[in-house]
């Protein structure tokens, strides 16, 4: 099982910047995917973006490609979400996540159902 705790998140303009943080502990695997999320109040949680824990592949909603970035570093079992050009609809509660893949084939997931451990949120707020 895999623990998974964010910070970061805050209020900002519109067009400001944020950066969040998940730290991992426990058995991470070079199989894992690990997400970001986000659910807006009355809304469905939906995906952000996700890194493959045993290389470089990304994927992100297309709502957020360009101005959202997933890095990580594994000397320190952290997955990052920088947030540029935050809009007003980007406000949420953005949870951290994370999945196996159990083949380094399979592309990243996009379905929540696909991540079975998950942080407890950490909320982001837009103001225009």
């Known amino acids: 099982q895999v623990q998974l705790v964010e910070s970061g998140g805050g209020l900002v303009q519109a067009g400001g910047s944020l950066r969040l943080t998940c730290a991992a502990s426990g058995r991470i695997s070079s199989t894992h995917d690990i997400g970001w999320f986000r659910q807006a109040p009355g809304k469905e949680r939906e995906f952000v973006a996700a890194?493959?824990?045993?290389?470089?592949?990304?994927r992100y909603a297309d709502s957020v490609k360009g101005r959202f970035t997933i890095s990580k570093d594994n000397t320190q079992n952290t997955v990052y979400l920088q947030m540029n050009s935050l809009k007003p609809e980007d406000t949420a509660v953005y949870f951290c996540?994370?999945?196996?893949?159990?083949?380094?084939?399979?592309?990243?997931?996009?379905?929540?159902?696909?991540?079975?451990?998950w942080g407890q949120g950490t909320q982001v707020t837009v103001s225009s």
């Open positions: 996540a994370a999945g196996r893949a159990f083949s380094l084939y399979r592309p990243i997931a996009t379905a929540k159902e696909a991540y079975d451990s």
């Open positions: 890194i493959r824990w045993s290389d470089t592949r990304t």
